[in-house]
């Protein structure tokens, strides 16, 4: 089993940042791949970014040089730094474990309950 807690999310004005953590315990290893996606009622989720076990990082053309994705293996700690909000970033923030990168993490997948960012004009 695996457990993912997201916390960090809130509201910003535009141009702000947040920082996002999800605390990871249960059967993850370094070797799992990691990344938050986002949804918006009433549409689909979408990949933000994602870390595989060699510390490659991919992400989502959308948040392409606003966000940085990082993780503390030490610590089962995954992070996501987002800069210059815009207000289409607004959105439920999951993080997410699976076995590979597919670039997003795919097989066996777990993922937390999620944190709500708001982003204001």
């Known amino acids: 089993q695996v457990q993912l807690v997201e916390s960090g999310g809130g509201s910003v004005q535009a141009g702000g940042s947040l920082r996002l953590s999800c605390a990871a315990s249960g059967s993850i290893n370094n070797k799992n791949c990691m990344g938050w996606f986002r949804q918006v009622p009433g549409k689909e989720r979408e990949g933000v970014a994602s870390i595989d076990s060699a510390g490659g990082t991919r992400y989502a053309d959308s948040v392409m040089g606003r966000f940085t994705i990082s993780k503390d293996n030490a610590k089962n700690t995954l992070l996501l730094e987002m800069n210059s909000l815009k207000i289409e970033d607004a959105a439920m923030y999951y993080c997410?474990?699976?076995?590979?990168?597919?670039?997003?993490?795919?097989?066996?997948?777990?993922w937390g309950q999620g944190t709500q960012v708001t982003v204001s004009p």
């Open positions: 997410e474990r699976g076995d590979y990168c597919t670039p997003w993490p795919s097989g066996n997948q777990y």
